[in-house]
């Protein structure tokens, strides 16, 4: 399995970034697909996690409302869409894949993509 993240980049606070996760290596059908972020000096954090399937997604209360995570199937691609950002959500963030369960831990997760970084401005 290889996960290779892209789109990150440096934003005003209230402005948007779109992150996106290529899949590749095998079948996803049956994975959940998930974002997390590390800011300098913190743990490695959960944001957002879709099921490859089903669609269904999941997110913790800091981001729900601003954040949006999508797949493309045919592409297979995991998507992160971030609106209203916030100097807070500057860090690193990777993109992660589980073939059983969904988690919020990153020690649930074997598979990772390179990070990509994200500055928000004040």
């Known amino acids: 399995v290889q996960l290779q993240a892209s789109g990150g980049g440096s934003v005003q606070a209230g402005g948007s970034l779109t992150l996106s996760c290529a899949a590749s290596g095998r079948p996803f059908g049956g994975y959940y697909m998930a974002w997390f972020h590390q800011a300098p000096g913190k743990e490695r954090e959960f944001v957002a996690g879709?099921?490859?399937?089903?669609?269904?997604?999941m997110y913790p209360d800091s981001v729900k409302g601003r954040f949006t995570i999508s797949r493309d199937i045919a592409k297979s691609t995991v998507y992160l869409q971030m609106d209203s950002l916030k100097p807070e959500d500057t860090a690193v963030y990777y993109c992660?894949?589980?073939?059983?369960?969904?988690?919020?831990?990153?020690?649930?997760?074997?598979?990772w993509g390179q990070g990509t970084q994200v500055t928000v401005s004040s």
């Open positions: 992660a894949a589980n073939p059983a369960v969904n988690s919020n831990s990153p020690a649930m997760y074997p598979y």
């Open positions: 879709i099921y490859w399937n089903s669609g269904r997604t």
